[in-house]
C-alpha cells in the first residue's frame, strides 16, 4: 500500500515499547490520525525532534488492514516551537491546545479551517504573550466544533443584548439578560463580547499587536471552557493550570 502524506500538528506521544512511540496527530487531510512511529526514540533519520508536541510536520503514514493505529514512517518538520523561547507558561499554553485538540477531534474527520486556525494560532502564541492567542483559538474552536452559542441575544427570552448587561452560568448554554439570569451567575462585560466580535472579523496575525494582560477578556475565556467542559463532560487539565497563572 503506498505510503499516505499530509500536513499535520503532533497533538501527543507516548513510549509503546522499548523504542517505539504511540503518537496523535492532527493531520490536514484526515483530521485526528493515531500510529505507531517505530525505534521512533532511535532514528533521528526519520524523525529527529519532529514528534515534539505542537510541531507542525509533513507526515508519512500507511493503514493498515484491520489495524486501528497507523504505521508512521517518517516526519519532516515545517514549524517547531522549539525554535523561540518556551517558558512555563507558554509550555501550559501549548499544553492546552494540544489538549482542546485531542478531546475534540473525532477520529479521522478532516477539518481545514480548524487545522489553518491551529497552524495560525501557534505562530502567533509567543512567551509573554499567550492570552490574546488562546482566546481567539478558544473562541474559534468553540464556534468550529458547534457548540458556540449566539452572543448578541439572550438565551432564554431573545432579547437583544447589545449594550445591555449579559451573564452566564456554568449549567447554561448562551447568555442571559439580567432579568433572566440564573442564581450564581457571572457577567460578561461588553469590552469581551466586542473583542469577541472583533476576532471574528480579524486575522490572528493582527490581533497578535495588541497588548493582552490576563485579565483582558477573562470573563469570556471562562465562559468559552464552561461551555466545552460542559460538553466534554470532564475538567480540562490544562485550563486549571492557565488559572493559576500570574
Known amino acids: 500500500m503506498p505510503l499516505k502524506d499530509s500536513e ?3 497533538l501527543r506521544s ?12 492532527f493531520t490536514r487531510a484526515e483530521g485526528k490520525v493515531r500510529g ?7 532514528s533521528k533519520r526519520r524523525f529527529g525532534g519532529a514528534l515534539e508536541p505542537l510541531t507542525c510536520v509533513k507526515l508519512y503514514y500507511e493503514d ?13 518538520i515545517l514549524d517547531s516551537p522549539l525554535t523561540t523561547a518556551v517558558d512555563y507558561a507558554r509550555a501550559v499554553a501549548l499544553g492546552h491546545v494540544a489538549e482542546l485538540l485531542d478531546e475534540l477531534l473525532p477520529e479521522r474527520e478532516a477539518n481545514d479551517a ?4 491551529t497552524v495560525a494560532v501557534l505562530r502567533s502564541l509567543r512567551a509573554g504573550a499567550i492570552w490574546m492567542p488562546l482566546t481567539y483559538f478558544e473562541l474559534w474552536l468553540t464556534r468550529l466544533v458547534g457548540f458556540l452559542p449566539e452572543l448578541g441575544e439572550c438565551v432564554v427570552c431573545g432579547q437583544t443584548l447589545n449594550g445591555s448587561r449579559a451573564f452566564y452560568h456554568a449549567l447554561a448554554d448562551g447568555l442571559m439578560c439580567a432579568g433572566d439570569k440564573r442564581l450564581a451567575s457571572s457577567e460578561m462585560t461588553p469590552e469581551s463580547r466586542a473583542l469577541a466580535a472583533q476576532m471574528f472579523r480579524t486575522p490572528v496575525e493582527t490581533m497578535a499587536q495588541q497588548v493582552w494582560p490576563k485579565s483582558k477578556a477573562a470573563d469570556l475565556r471562562k465562559f468559552l471552557i464552561q461551555i466545552l467542559e460542559r460538553h ?8 486549571s493550570m492557565l488559572d493559576k497563572l500570574q
Open 36 to 42: 505507531v512511529a517505530r525505534s521512533a526514540k532511535k
Open 8 to 10: 499535520a500538528v503532533v
Open 114 to 117: 480548524l487545522f489553518r486556525l
Open 14 to 25: 507516548y513510549p509503546l515499547r522499548e523504542a517505539d512511540l504511540l503518537v496523535t496527530f
Open 232 to 239: 466534554l463532560e470532564k475538567k480540562l487539565v490544562t485550563a
Open 64 to 76: 493498515r488492514e484491520r489495524q486501528e493505529l497507523a504505521r508512521i514512517d517518517s516526519c519532516e
